[in-house]
C-alpha cells in the first residue's frame, strides 16, 4: 500500500501539471474577485473565508478526473480489481485518494495564506481558514473519488464530475466557511462548525472510498 | 521455488460470457490439473479476451462457474492466484521500466525474482532506467512479461502474449511458459498464433453470428 501512494506521489511530481494547474486556477479565481467585488476592504475581509474556500472547492475538482482514468487507460486498474483479496479496493481507493490530495489539494492549501492576503483578511483569519481547509479539503476528494469512478469509462468525464460531486460538498463548504468566519465575525462561534467539518471529513472517508470501489467493480460491465 | 498443492484444480463449468448485453459465448467447460496449459483460440470477436476477463473475475459471467480449487489460504479463489497480462501493459510511461516492476513486485507480493533478474530473463537487461514511455511496444510487451516473473502466482492468464514479440522474444516467452508450467504452474493463454507449449490443450471459440 505504501508503494501505492508512493507510485502515485511520484507520477503526481513526475508529470507535474496536476499541482500547477490547480494553483494557477485557485490564483485566477481569488486574484478577480476583488476586481468584481469593488474596493471595499471591510467586505472583501468578511467574505475572505467564503471566497477562499469557493475557489480551493472549484481548483480541487480540477484534477480527479484522471484519478482513476490514467490507471484504466494503461490497464493498472485491472491489476488493482483483481489484487482485491490482498489488498481490499475500497483500502487501495483510499491511498490513490491519499496521494492525490497530497500532491494536488496540499498545495491549495499551502498557497491559501498568500491568496487570503488578497482578500484583505487579518492575519488571524487566514490562519483559520487555512486550518479549515486543512481539515475540510481531504472530505472533497474522497466525494471526489466517487464522481471520478463513476465517470472512469467516459472519454470526457471531467465536468460531470464537478456536477455530480459539487451538490455533495455543500455539507462540507458550510461547515468550512462557518468555521473559518468565526475569525473575522466577531461572536461567531469557531469550535462546534469546525468538529463538525472534521467529522464529515472522516465520515467520507470511510463511505469515499466504499461507495468509489463499487462503482469502479461495476465500470466495466 | 513456490508450488500449490497439486490437488489444485482450476474448474470451469458451463461458462456463458457477455458483452453488451449480448451473448456471445456459452457452455465453456474445462479444467486444468498443475502443469497444465490451455490454449484459447478463435477469430476476432469470438470473446476470448472476454473470456478471460471473466477468469481474472474482472466481467461477471452470464452463466456457469469458475472454481480454483483446493487452492489453500493463500489462493482463495482465481483472481487471486492469477497473473493477469491483458492487452495493456499496466505500466506507467512516467516511471522507469525497474520503477515500475519494483512496484508492482510490492503491490503484488510473494516476490519471486528481482526486477533486474526478471528484465535480464526478458532479454531487456540494461535497459530498467529508461522510462517506459520511451521503449518500442516491443519492449514494452517485454516489460510487462517481465512483471510475471517478479511476483508469484500459480495461475498466467495472457491474452495475445506475443502481440509485437519478434521471433527470439517470442522464444523466450515460450521457455518461461514451460519453466512456469514445470513448476506446477497453470496458463490459460488466449492467441491466434502456435505458443509452441506441448501438450497443451485447445479450446475453440465459434465465431459469435
Sequence with gaps: MLALYHRDLTLGLRTGSGAMTGVLFFLAVIAVIPFGVGPDLDLLARIGPAVLWLGALLSSLLGLERLFQADREDGSLDLLLISDTRHMLAVTVFVKCLAHWTVSVLPLVIVAPLLGMFMNMPAEGIAVTTLTLLAGTPAITFIGAVGAALVVALPRGGLLISVLVLPLTIPVLIFGVAAGRAAVVENDPFLPPFLILAALALFFAVLGPAAAALALRSADD | ?209
Excluded at chain 2, 516511471?95 to 515500475?100: C, D, G, K, R, W
Excluded at chain 2, 506475443?162 to 517470442?170: H, M, N, P
Excluded at chain 2, 521457455?175 to 491466434?192: D, K, N, P, W
Design chain 2, 1 to 209: 521455488m513456490p508450488q500449490v498443492p497439486e490437488a489444485t484444480e482450476l474448474a470451469v463449468k458451463g461458462l456463458a460470457g457477455e458483452r453488451g448485453g449480448e451473448v456471445i459465448f456459452s457452455e465453456v467447460s474445462f479444467s486444468l490439473a498443475p502443469g497444465e496449459a490451455l490454449l484459447v483460440t478463435g477469430p476476432n470477436g469470438s470473446g476470448k479476451s472476454t473470456l478471460l476477463r471473466i477468469l481474472a473475475g474482472l466481467l461477471q459471467p452470464a452463466d456457469g462457474s469458475v472454481l480454483f480449487r483446493n487452492g489453500g489460504e493463500a489462493w482463495p479463489n482465481l483472481g487471486a492466484a492469477s497473473h493477469y497480462l491483458g492487452h495493456l501493459n499496466a505500466m506507467k510511461p512516467a516511471l522507469s521500466v525497474e520503477e515500475n516492476l519494483v512496484f508492482w513486485q510490492k503491490f503484488l507480493g510473494n516476490a519471486l525474482t528481482s526486477p533486474l533478474k526478471a528484465l535480464e530473463s526478458v532479454g531487456l537487461d540494461g535497459i530498467g532506467h529508461i522510462p517506459f514511455g520511451y521503449l518500442s511496444s516491443g519492449q514494452k510487451r517485454r516489460s510487462a512479461i517481465a512483471r510475471l516473473l517478479v511476483s508469484y502466482r500459480p495461475v498466467w492468464l495472457l491474452d495475445e502474449p506475443t502481440a509485437g514479440l519478434d521471433r527470439s522474444s517470442g522464444m523466450r516467452l515460450q521457455e518461461l511458459m514451460r519453466a512456469h508450467l514445470g513448476e506446477g504452474g497453470f496458463i490459460v493463454a488466449a492467441t491466434h498464433l502456435p505458443l509452441g507449449l506441448e501438450g497443451a490443450r485447445e479450446i475453440s471459440m465459434a465465431a459469435s453470428a
